[in-house]
């Protein structure tokens, strides 16, 4: 019995052996600071739990739910982008809801991808738009987002033979892993690079309500024209604390959403009708929970922020996400994909690997969102807020507190510690 090649081609996802090593830790006896997953810890609204559970006491809730979503959830997602981003959006054919968006990120690889096409993919960025390519047989030919752009892609340095061969391009703002975000006349450029070499633009939008200090992020589908070429994923797993509950939703293009949708008919039968019901709730609550839930991850982020220059990492508030993208120390950070060592001689999963043997803390490794993430760590703020205090507290009494801040030198980290370095 010999498993389909699709699977010897698909690499490892990373978080899957990150986490085995965390319990490894764990059974230890060490008490670890989860910082490596994107894993809200706050409750959704008590309405929405209400909406659950009242809608799970009726007996007719309990069969298939059908694979479209109930005409009321289309509804509540058309109307949430009304609302937020006055979008007008038909919910019988430009909406889908989904088991979560990420199987909706892969699903979308399966309705338009043939073997040997090729899928744009941003570096650094979330696995699954190059695992879901990989699965469909098709090839994955990587941009980077680099610093000095404001980790936006240079749409005019992709190699037009290679647009012209892709069938769709990934994008994701605000941004996974680094926090940056993106503006309205970058996605119109987006739109019209999509436009012109008849491209699918697939946007991933989990984290446009997760902003600060005033600022709203846009959505793809507010350009002219992005209807015609362009698809948007949302999530209530950030914005409504509902991780765990598996409710997402593609909008735009009605040919794509149709192509999901004889994908997911042949997959899966939808999700539980309370989810649902739930989920109408949630879309339908005003935004100022939304607004306290972003002050705790304001000032949680501020103390991250604080506490990483302790140990010499350089990093800022974004103005979205829940994520710190954070330089190691002493490396170059420039972002630039196959720049596989820092001067300092850590990479970034060694590195990380580091701070959590000698600290319990998990963060995330750079490398694992792609080569360009070389350099890097990503610290999320959904632990607890007394649990990433006490994070930071174990980073300054750790003998990492006496390095250096921002120096660059080559003298790493630990340096009486050269053999555990990796090379």
């Known amino acids: 019995m010999t498993p389909a090649r699709r699977l010897h081609d698909l ?19 060490i008490d670890v600071i989860r910082l490596d997953m994107g894993n809200p810890d706050l409750p959704p609204r008590k309405e929405v739990i ?37 979008v007008t959006v038909d919910p019988d054919s430009e909406i889908l ?3 979560g968006s990420k199987e909706g990120l892969v699903n979308l690889a399966l309705a338009y ?43 005019g340095a992709i190699c037009p033979k290679v647009a012209e061969e892709a069938s769709l391009m990934w994008l994701n703002y605000p941004n996974n892993p680094t926090g940056a975000t993106a503006d309205l006349d970058f996605f119109a450029q987006a739109v019209e690079f999509a436009g012109r070499y008849g491209l699918l633009l697939c946007h991933d939008a989990p984290y446009s309500d997760i902003t600060y200090d005033g600022y709203r992020a846009p959505s793809l589908l507010q350009v002219d024209g992005a209807l015609d070429v362009g698809v948007e994923f949302n999530s209530l797993s950030k914005i409504a604390n509902m991780a765990g509950w598996r409710i997402g939703m593609a909008v735009g293009n009605a040919e794509a959403v149709q192509a999901l949708s004889t994908v997911k008919s042949n997959v899966d039968s939808g ?13 339908s609550s005003d935004l100022e929970w939304v607004g306290q839930l972003n002050d705790i991850y304001r000032d949680r982020l501020d103390l991250l922020v604080e506490g990483l220059r302790h ?5 800022s508030r974004p103005r ?3 994520y710190l993208w954070a330089r190691i120390p002493g490396s170059t950070g420039d972002g630039v994909a196959g720049e596989a060592e820092p001067r300092s001689g850590w990479t970034s999963e060694g590195f990380a690997q580091m701070v959590l043997e000698e600290t319990g803390i998990a963060v995330a490794p750079g490398s694992f969102f792609g080569e360009a993430g070389e350099g890097f760590i990503r610290v999320s703020a959904t632990a607890p807020t007394a649990r990433i205090e006490e994070a930071m507290r174990r980073l300054e009494a750790s003998e990492m ?15 009486s510690r050269g053999q555990r370095r990796e090379r």
Request: with cysteine.
């Open 11 to 29: 690499p490892p996802y990373p978080f899957a052996a990150w986490s085995e090593l965390i319990s490894r830790v764990a059974q230890r006896g």
């Open 311 to 315: 140990i010499g990492l350089s990093a």
């Open 50 to 86: 209400e909406t659950l559970c009242r809608s799970a006491r009726c007996p007719a809730h309990h069969g298939y739910p059908g694979y479209r979503g109930t005409p009321a959830l289309r509804r509540a997602i058309a109307e949430y982008y009304d609302r937020r981003f006055e």
């Open 97 to 99: 809801p989904l088991i």
């Open 320 to 322: 979205a996400t829940l």
């Open 271 to 283: 999700f539980f009708r309370p989810l649902q019901d739930a989920a109408v709730t949630a879309l």
């Open 113 to 155: 991808l043939d073997p040997g096409d090729v899928a744009l993919v941003p570096d650094p960025g979330y696995a699954p738009y190059a695992r879901g390519a990989i699965l469909a047989g098709a090839r994955v030919h990587t941009f980077p987002l680099r610093p000095e752009l404001g980790f936006l892609p240079d749409l």
């Open 401 to 415: 507190a006496m390095w250096p801040p921002d120096s660059g030198s080559e003298a790493g980290p630990h340096r």
